[in-house]
């Protein structure tokens, strides 16, 4: 394959990935509309599960053993999967889908954050900094606190905490899960297993209400699983171990986009100037915050075996999905959904 068709088929799988993120919210709003937010949670880590799994095994792989690793992936599982689809869903049944794509973008500012925190993040250049505190002025315009009324609140709460759980995952992914070798499939997998499990522990407690499950809301439920979930978690893997990361982060910054035009175009979903702004100053400081990365050329030039994901040390340096997947940036762990779902 010459170095045209490679970037072309690059560019199309990036635009897939763009489109299936992006689309994620919209899901999730038209399955809320028959199912309570913990059974959409259950049904997205279940039905994605088991379309891993066998793929997992179709392909000749098998699931990862041992109880450290295993003890690793439920962790792992908790903060980038069970805590934020659920904090996604209840989260959208009082904020718009396109609203939803933008404050999940703030996942790389809260991973700097953490990073400042926990002193893994040294050295923060002005212009990363300036990104930083212009995207959470963005956040705080779009939530309007000096507003004594407003379509955010604690759904747009809960939002920024998926992002922020997010941006927990991906360190503890980056330090404990990647591996040299190890097959994506299996531990995305994996990782959707131990989630499924632990959403179920739940379901007693607030997923036994009764549902309307219409052909809407049932396709929304298989197509917000299986494609927005199972596959994006491969695509995403694959994306970053046979293009490098940094390419792939491209993603990161095209999905509020998708998730905006689509629950305007779809939903009719109406934002207003104030909440558009807001959304632009978060997008401009993410982008200052990947400055640094993109003129060092970080995550390019290093790749793995297609399917294996290469180990914390050796990993690309950029920002999902999802799983264990390579570094980013300057924090181990700082992977592509960072800037996504």
Known sequence: MNSDTRSLWGGLRVAVLALLWGSTFLW?????RGLSPLQVTFARCALGALVLVVACYATGHRM????????????AAFFCNALPFALFSLGQQTVDSGLAGVLNATTPLWSIALGLALGSERGLRPV????LLLGFTGTIVIFAPWQTTGATGWGALAILGAAASYAVAFTYMGRTLVRKGTPTISLSAAQLVAASGLTALAVPVGGLESIDVGPAVVTAAV?????CTAITFHLTYRIINDEGATNAAVVGYLLPVVSVLLGAVVLGENLSVRVVLGMVVVLVGVGLTRRKAAASGDGDGQRGEPGTVQPASEAPATEKP????PARGDTPGRTLLENAR
């Open 223 to 227: 197509v917000l699983s299986v494609f």
């Open 28 to 32: 999730i709003e038209l399955a809320l």
């Open 128 to 131: 990363r900094l300036a990104g």
């Open 64 to 75: 990862p053993r041992g109880v450290t690793v295993w003890r690793h992936i439920a962790v």
């Open 322 to 325: 999802a799983s264990a997947e």
